[in-house]
């Protein structure tokens, strides 16, 4: 390695959240063939700041940051500032969300795909995209139609939803 590229400045929870900070951080692994543990937990160490620093000793302790291995560190702070929420609540949210008046299907269809991250469906994903698709249309037209598949995956339905709010679009423009 010939030089340091570049470097990460300090985290300030007020500009930055945690993730995006490591996410920063491991570009800058990259970009810098930084690839043992060690040296990724000393840059971390290193740059992370002040405030953070002794936060993390705080949340170490009675060990020393500095014999806390890399991914720990990473994950103590990450449970610190974003700790885990509800998959309870985080459902309750995905399922309760209807598609507001002049929202576009695909606006929806993003906030939806937004308020799964923490519901863990896994394997059923893509049925509740679906459902809720189907449920939270709020179109009584696009909504029948889709009632109306014999079989219908996620692909389809928003296929057909947004075909429909297209057309109904070109309509109006008349």
């Known amino acids: 390695m010939a030089g340091i590229i570049d470097s990460v400045s300090p985290f300030d929870e007020k500009e930055d ?13 990259t970009a810098n063939e930084i690839a043992t543990e ?3 937990k000393a840059i971390l160490l290193s740059w992370v700041g002040p405030k953070t620093y002794k936060l993390l000793s705080s949340l170490v302790a009675p060990r020393k940051a500095g014999d806390v291995f890399y991914k720990e560190i990473v994950d103590v702070l990450q449970k610190h500032h974003n700790p885990r929420p509800s998959v ?4 309750f949210k995905f399922n309760s969300r209807v598609r507001a008046q002049g929202e576009s299907i695909r606006a929806y269809v993003a906030e939806q795909k937004r308020l799964t991250v923490f519901c863990e469906y896994n394997d059923k994903l893509e049925e509740m995209f679906r459902d809720r698709l189907v449920c939270g249309i709020n179109d009584r037209r696009i909504q029948q139609r889709l009632l109306s598949e014999g079989t219908l995956t996620f692909p389809k339905a928003l296929e057909i939803a947004q075909a429909m709010e297209t057309a109904a ?4 423009d008349l």
Do not use: T
Request: some cysteine; overall charge positive; glycine content about 4%.
């Open 17 to 29: 959240a945690w993730q995006a900070y490591c996410e920063r951080l491991e570009h800058f692994f």
């Open 169 to 172: 679009g070109n309509v109006q």
């Open 38 to 40: 060690p040296k990724r």
């Open 88 to 91: 309870i609540v985080q459902r």
